[in-house]
């Protein structure tokens, strides 16, 4: 099984600081995706990343996939309280055929 | 579209009692997905099915655990007897994509066994 490390745990910063959170791993995924989970929601997914080097915008959030394809980075600018949830990376493990997910990032956005 | 659909919300039970937890998933999606998430062991994958037939169950805690997807439109986790260490939010995701690799999460089903 590959497995997915994310760090930090735990970030809690105020409105309208920078972060970065970073998801890595030992193995080669076939693609990547990010979801982010309110407190009582499911996971929304929020973007794939598929080629290695990659680097896709949502608005604040920038996510990129690093060149060898095992690890990524999530990078939100001006962070607002509703940023605030748990954010989860899951690799897509073609030899198992499923997604593995990683334990997640818990960000607090203080007003 | 209405998203994947789960039932109940929130379901209290006492040790020792059946649950079934129910799942449709959104019109058209091949894939089918059952996770437990706790906050000790996070989000893990219970059993997921391609068109209605079970892929992948290696994930399921004990015999205690069973799921069935009788059609393309509805899912059922059942735990037999259940037990204190069952609790956990059980989400149920969709995917409409080879191999599952974009999923939609329903909002979960918040299970409390006293």
């Known amino acids: 099984t590959q497995l997915l490390e994310q760090s930090p745990q735990f970030l809690s910063i105020q409105e309208g600081e920078n972060l970065t959170v970073y998801c890595n791993s030992s193995?080669?995924?076939?693609?990547l995706q990010w979801y982010r989970q309110e407190p009582g929601e499911g996971p929304v997914l929020l973007v794939t990343?598929?080629?290695?080097?990659e680097v896709k915008k949502l608005k604040r959030l920038t996510f990129q996939f690093g060149d060898a394809r095992k690890d990524s980075s999530l990078h939100i600018t001006a962070a607002q309280p509703g940023d605030t949830g748990l954010y989860l990376c899951?690799?897509?493990?073609?030899?198992?055929?499923?997604?593995?997910f990683g334990d997640g990032t818990t960000l607090t956005v203080k007003p | 579209d209405a998203g994947v659909i789960q039932s109940p919300r929130h379901e209290v039970t006492e040790m020792g009692q059946e649950v079934t937890l129910r799942c449709k998933p959104i019109?058209?999606?091949?894939?089918l997905f059952w996770y437990r998430q706790t906050m000790m062991r996070g989000l893990e994958l219970l059993i997921y099915?391609?068109?209605?037939?079970?892929?992948?169950d290696s994930g399921m805690p004990e015999d205690r655990f069973s799921a069935k997807m009788p059609n393309a439109s509805f899912s059922t986790l059942k735990i037999q007897p259940s037990e204190p260490r069952d609790s956990a939010v059980y989400f149920c995701?969709?995917?409409?994509?080879?191999?599952?690799?974009?999923?939609?999460f329903g909002p979960g089903t918040r299970l409390t066994v006293t």
């Open positions: 995701a969709s995917s409409p994509l080879a191999g599952g690799y974009e999923q939609y």
């Open positions: 193995s080669v995924f076939s693609s």
């Open positions: 990343v598929v080629t290695g080097g």
């Open positions: 899951a690799g897509e493990d073609t030899n198992a055929g499923k997604s593995t």
């Open positions: 019109s058209g999606h091949d894939y």
């Open positions: 099915f391609n068109n209605n037939v079970p892929i992948d």
